[in-house]
């Protein structure tokens, strides 16, 4: 019971914002800082050509694997089965098919092991759905009321909020869970746009909290050097394994598969997109520092905090950086440079200072000369846009009004990128 209280209470001090001086909320402190040059490989010579920016793409990947987020030790480990688990094919009144399938990692059935849901229009346009790839917080169950999908028997962070609502009773989901996070999953509207979502439950790969990886993937594959993955790498590698699913599937228009998370998930879906090409449009709602916004910014969430709260997200290496983000050798800016020439979203909501929405425009601005390079444009505007107004090009960006959430006017922003593909 006090490990409970005392887990809960770190995930809380880790959770909220800090109120501390020590946070800037305010631009006029934000320090004079210079940005690393995507196109300047470490030798100095610059980037000119689309089979330059080959080369110094995978310097950067490297820089972000040693400093950052950590090598992927595996790729698709030998012996990944698919089993598919569930088929209804009339779901929401016979428009949409739902599947579930899991994957299985080790050899046992016993995990581990991710169960994927895949929600698809039944009318299928030539070519395929276009789908969106959505890593989620709290279980595949909560993004709909259905009894049809299985309700997680993973790890599930027990918040305060969650117990007092009956919705995770100890550290396991509840029935009560079911279709509890339905505001920010727009399931019919997504088919009704004739898009296909295909969700799972991070905490099948990794479970959040900081237990020097002996759980999760991490069963199978060892206990991470310090240069190698945290959670963040092992929930993008989730990501990649599901995508593998999703190439077997015919009605799923490969070309057109985006990736998206939010907040530490978001972090996850720029990290996965910047190293798995497969995916035509990279999504990040709100997923400030270790995400989309420049760390040499010190505004909002800073490394030496993320990395204090939340201990394994990132490599150990990363470490070398708290109080000293200068001394990168990258920022994060670069991190979406990474995703050129596909589609990247930056998305931001105004009250989200912790995320400082205005390093996630930055970032998603000063990736331009990359995909420029590549012959793409970027966000096509120099100031950060105003509320609501949508900018940019194969660089999108927003900023919307409200908070640190996912909401329909982001789903709608998203449809719109997708279907231009
Ligand atoms: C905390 C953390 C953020 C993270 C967020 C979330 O606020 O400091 O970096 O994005 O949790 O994932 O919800």
Not at 276 to 284: G, T
Not at 285 to 307: D, K, P, Q, T, Y
Not at 354 to 362: I, R, S
């Amino acid at each position: 019971m006090f490990a409970r209280i005392l887990l809960s209470l770190t995930f809380l001090m880790a959770t909220l914002p800090c109120s501390s001086q020590d946070v800037i909320y305010d631009e006029a402190k934000v320090p004079t800082y210079t940005l690393p040059d995507p196109l300047r490989f470490e030798d100095g010579t610059l980037v000119t050509t689309p089979a330059d920016w080959g080369k110094r793409r995978a310097e950067l990947l490297g820089l972000f694997e040693d400093h950052v987020y950590g090598k992927t030790p595996i790729a698709r480990p030998e012996g990944m089965r698919f089993e598919p688990r569930t088929k209804i094919t009339d779901f929401l009144d016979g428009k949409a098919t739902l599947e579930e399938i899991r994957i299985h990692f080790g050899k046992g059935e016993g995990g581990p092991y991710l169960d994927l849901l895949l929600i698809k229009p039944n009318r299928i346009p030539e070519g395929g759905a276009p789908t969106f790839l959505a890593l989620n917080f709290a279980g595949n169950h909560t993004l709909h009321p259905s009894t049809e999908i299985t309700l997680s028997t993973s790890w599930m962070r027990s918040g305060a909020d969650d117990i007092e609502q009956g919705l995770v009773d100890d550290d396991r989901a509840t029935e009560k869970a079911r279709g509890s996070r339905v505001s920010r999953w727009p399931v019919e509207k997504l088919i009704d746009a004739g898009t296909a979502l295909a969700s799972f439950y991070y905490g099948d790969i990794d479970p959040d909290f900081d237990d020097g990886f002996e759980n999760g993937i991490h069963t199978i594959f060892g206990k991470p050097k310090p240069d190698e993955w945290g959670s963040i790498g092992a929930w993008a590698w989730g990501a990649s394994r599901a995508m593998d699913y999703l190439e077997t599937d015919e009605a799923i228009d490969q070309k057109r598969v985006a990736i998206f998370g939010h907040s530490r998930l978001g972090k996850t879906a720029l990290w996965a997109g910047a190293q798995d090409e497969r995916f035509a449009l990279v999504i990040s709602n709100n997923s400030g520092c270790g995400g989309a916004a420049l760390s040499r910014r010190h505004f909002g969430e800073r490394v030496a905090r993320i990395n204090t709260a939340f201990p394994h997200w990132f490599a150990d290496t990363f470490v070398q950086y708290n109080e000293n983000e200068a001394a990168l050798p990258v920022d994060q800016h670069q991190l979406i440079a990474l995703i050129a020439p596909r589609m990247a979203y930056v998305a931001s909501a105004v009250e989200d200072e912790w995320a400082d929405p205005k390093g996630e425009f930055l970032a998603a601005k000063h990736a331009g000369p990359v995909y420029e390079v590549l012959g793409k444009k970027g966000v096509g505007v120099d100031d950060q846009p105003g509320l609501n107004s949508p900018v940019g090009n194969s660089v999108r960006y927003h900023v919307r009004t409200g908070k640190h959430d996912v909401t329909d006017y982001d789903w709608e922003q998203y449809i719109r990128a997708i279907k231009v593909l």
